[in-house]
């Protein structure tokens, strides 16, 4: 027994002089082997001797889930902290640790109590400042978790200088169904207004290069894409309920047989599949990422940032299941690693959301070209509509017309002239102006252009508007908008135009002022 017993002392100080080194991997072996003998070798019947071992095993515990804290296992850490707590229920050290690994998972009602409790404790004295400092975070983040009130507007007024603003995880009124479009799709349950939040999620991973003004070569490419992959593998294999959730992910096979998941499982509190111990299925990951994997520079996606010379990917779970329309409703935001989601238009309850995977800007064969990277076929409504539009023999006319250099106002003119005569109105005008933009922005921008034909086609106004209700908010409809307010010197009414053109592009992220700035910063520049 004499033995165990010094074995028990010389694993305890081996591990507490790797856990002070901060020596993490082998700190965990080291208390990992005291626990194992502390629990399995001694029951001693004094009193004093069995408080004493209780109270080395509290801080072992608590000590371990520190160090496996640090390394990223915090499912396990939390675990060690449950087990400290048990030996004492207000070790201030043990709760400390858990309330920071309970806000480093966003549970933060959860983190919330134990800063509450260890700040009544004796401990708390030199420490109030800091457990205060996590209070406050706790009840933002709770307050911004439930309610997707975010503001950035602090951050925009300096340029974005600085670290990103950490978020927190906001899941809005959305469900996952089944969707006429494609497999499973994100579905709203209430109206949600342009410009709102529909979700505020951190990416599972991330992997970002500098471009240098360069295209990233084939080489760059792969060793990007490796490294993305390596840091998958690593998140999931620290946290079995993460790789439970990318595995309801969608591979590309069999989509209309795929499980509907409830969106709660996705919620920050649910514990399924916490003790799940499966081997990672690496060619089904691959098959996930190279489906599900996002790109900052698409698109439909803004970035806030001070360098813009600087390509992402990335892997967010929830937008994953969010479908293309070349008719899309929202658009998305990236702020550091965080990913946002925002309604670009007025969103009616069980409508579905829909993101652009590539330009809605551009004619029906060219989204047809990109649509086969994807590999997905589009029937949305309005390439239904173009497919019939674009067998006419005008618009091939058209079309020729622009590869042959045609002036654009010209184009423009012709184009209006057939849709009067067709009888298009409405949507199916808007579908047009959306498809032939690069010929309309371009006469728009022209004074010669305008000069001739500015009486003959739509009113500036008009035109934005059209489109506008068609393809939601877009960073290039709000920089031409900023264009002609600066060029003709536009009042109020034009700069509240503006202003709600340019909620639809980024989403309420920031207040009035500090919008003015961001258009300063991303459009006008």
């Known amino acids: 027994m004499k033995e165990i017993t010094e074995q028990m002392q010389n694993l305890r100080s081996k591990a507490t002089e790797l856990f002070i080194r901060e020596e993490w991997k082998d700190s965990i072996e080291a208390y990992s082997n005291f626990i194992t003998l502390s629990t399995q070798h001694q029951t001693p019947s004094d009193p004093d001797q069995l408080q004493k071992l209780h109270k080395s095993l509290c801080i072992a515990f608590c000590n371990r889930a520190e160090a496996r804290f640090k390394l990223g296992y915090l499912h396990c850490a939390l675990q060690d902290c449950e087990h400290a707590l048990k030996i ?43 457990l205060n400092g996590y209070v406050e975070k706790c009840k933002k983040f709770e307050f911004l978790s439930r309610t997707g009130s975010i503001d950035l507007s602090d951050w925009v007024a300096t340029g974005f200088q600085g670290k990103a603003p950490e978020l927190a995880e906001h899941i809005g009124a959305i469900q996952i169904r089944k969707s006429e479009i494609s497999g499973r799709g994100m579905f709203a349950t209430k109206n949600i207004d342009a410009g709102s939040l529909i979700l505020v999620t951190k990416a599972i991973a991330m992997e970002r290069s500098i471009l240098g ?39 590309g096979e069999d989509e209309e047989g795929l499980e509907v998941p409830d969106i709660d499982i996705f919620r920050p509190e649910s514990l399924e599949n916490m003790e799940s111990n499966e081997e990672i299925d690496m060619g089904k990951l691959f098959a996930i990422l190279d489906v599900n994997s996002l790109t900052e520079d698409a698109v439909s996606a803004n970035v806030l940032r001070k360098n813009n010379d600087c390509y992402g990917v990335g892997l967010w779970l929830l937008p994953s299941f969010i479908n293309h329309s070349c008719s ?38 060219k989204r047809r070209e990109m649509s086969m990277t994807w590999g997905i076929h589009c029937k949305c409504k309005r390439c239904m509509f173009e497919e019939e539009m674009f067998l006419k023999q005008e618009i091939k006319e058209i079309e020729i017309g622009l590869e042959r250099g045609m002036e654009c106002g010209g184009v423009v003119y012709k184009l209006e002239e057939h849709m009067k005569r067709w009888n298009v109105r409405g949507k199916g005008k808007a579908y047009l102006r959306a498809s032939f933009w690069s010929a309309y922005s371009e006469a728009y921008r022209s004074d010669r252009c305008m000069k001739r034909w500015g009486r003959r086609i739509p009113a500036f106004d008009a035109l934005i508007d059209s489109i506008i209700d068609v393809v939601g908010g877009d960073h290039r409809l709000l920089k031409i908008l900023m264009e002609e307010l600066k060029k003709n010197g536009g009042g109020f009414v034009e700069m509240e135009k503006a202003l709600k053109l340019a909620r639809e592009v980024y989403g309420k992220v920031v207040k009035k002022k500090a919008m003015r700035t961001l258009l300063e910063l991303c459009i006008s520049a």
Request: proline share 4%; net charge positive; glycine share 6%.
């Open 88 to 130: 004492d229920g207000t070790h201030f050290k043990t709760l400390l640790c858990k309330g920071k690994i309970l806000l480093n998972l966003n549970r933060y009602p959860l983190a919330l109590e134990c800063f509450r409790i260890a700040l009544v404790d004796s401990q708390a004295g030199g420490n109030s400042e800091m």
């Open 213 to 251: 003004g360069k295209d990233l070569s084939e080489d760059a490419q792969l060793v990007m894409w490796k490294n993305f992959i390596d840091k998958v593998v690593d998140f999931i294999r620290k946290c079995p309920k993460t790789r439970d959730l990318i595995g309801k992910l969608s591979s």
């Open 328 to 365: 899309p409703n929202a658009r998305r935001l990236h702020v550091g690693d965080y990913l946002i989601v925002h309604a670009s238009k007025d969103l009616k309850a069980g409508e579905e959301i829909t993101l652009s995977y590539f330009d809605p800007l551009c004619p029906l064969h």
